[in-house]
């Protein structure tokens, strides 16, 4: 299990998937330095690894045992006519969007996960952080497009 460390402003906290997706919140100091370092190929080895694989190919330890296959992340690009699908693809992590298998059992729903991670907080702050965190996993599945 690999833990992310997390900040907005001046709270910190981290995070750590298993590899159900599962989001488990642990409180710990971190200063804005540590916290910044975290991005979005860190969260998605973290969070979306275990399904989709490190390599994005649909191929993580954990797609052996569901239901559906799993998309190949790699391959998004050149299904949208070489294009990344940018919003569409913030909007399946987050859960917003319906399109199969997103947002059923089969693959967590980020948005409402990440929120969750400090409850304590006021929820404009924990949606910012979720949004901040999805846009990085989105970012870098744009990165990891084949050609």
């Known amino acids: ?8 402003g001046i709270g910190a906290m ?30 998605y080895i973290a969070l979306c690894a275990s399904c989709h694989g490190k390599s994005g190919m649909g191929d993580g330890p954990a ?10 992340l790699t391959l998004l690009a050149a299904a949208n006519n070489g294009k990344f699908p940018f919003n569409e693809v913030e909007a399946a992590i ?5 399109i199969e ?14 929120e969750g991670v400090r409850p304590d907080w006021k929820i404009f702050r ?12 989105t970012e870098y599945l744009s990165t990891i497009q084949s050609d």
């Open 1 to 8: 299990m690999k833990v992310l460390h997390i900040a907005f």
């Open 14 to 43: 981290a995070i750590a998937s298993n590899t159900f997706g599962q989001v488990e919140v642990q409180k710990q100091p971190l200063s804005w330095e540590q916290a910044r370092l975290t991005d979005g190929g860190d969260l």
């Open 63 to 72: 797609s052996a045992v569901l239901k559906k296959k799993v998309p190949d």
């Open 94 to 98: 987050n859960g917003k969007s319906r």
């Open 101 to 114: 298998p997103h947002g059923t059992i089969d693959m967590p729903i980020w948005g409402a996960a990440l």
């Open 126 to 137: 924990r949606e910012a952080l979720a949004k901040q965190r999805i846009h990085n996993i």
